[in-house]
């Protein structure tokens, strides 16, 4: 089991914007991918961000909602990523969980909430 440091969550109004940071800490084997899941009172979790972590070429997604407001990137300490938030909107209110891929396990941090409300 990963140990996870996330920080960056909060209360903002809509067309606002936070930081998210996520260190992971603690495995035995390679962390190929760290990102982001989101999850909302009565919604599945959701896939909000993802980049490799392996090499220097990063190979990022996002999920079609975020597209053009969020952006993940490596931090300069290893297995540390941001994911900057802009243009909030009351949608994407939600727990968010930071995540941790090796070979054998996916990993999750404890996740932090996020609040976009007037």
């Known amino acids: 089991q990963l140990e996870f440091v996330e920080s960056g969550g909060g209360s903002v109004q809509p067309g606002g914007s936070l930081r998210l940071s996520c260190a992971a800490s603690?495995?035995?084997?390679?962390?190929?991918?760290m990102g982001w899941h989101r999850q909302a009172p009565g919604n599945e979790r959701e896939l909000v961000a993802t980049?490799?972590?392996?090499?220097?070429?990063?190979?990022?997604h996002y999920t079609d909602s975020v597209k053009g407001r969020f952006t993940i990137s490596r931090g300069n300490a290893k297995n540390t990523v941001y994911l900057q938030m802009n243009s909030l909107k009351p949608e994407d209110t939600a727990v968010y969980y930071c995540?941790?891929?090796?070979?054998?396990?996916?990993?999750w941090g404890q996740g932090t909430q996020v609040t976009v409300s007037s």
């Open positions: 603690g495995s035995i084997f390679r962390i190929r991918a």
């Open positions: 995540y941790a891929d090796t070979d054998p396990a996916r990993s």
């Open positions: 980049i490799t972590t392996s090499d220097d070429s990063d190979s990022i």
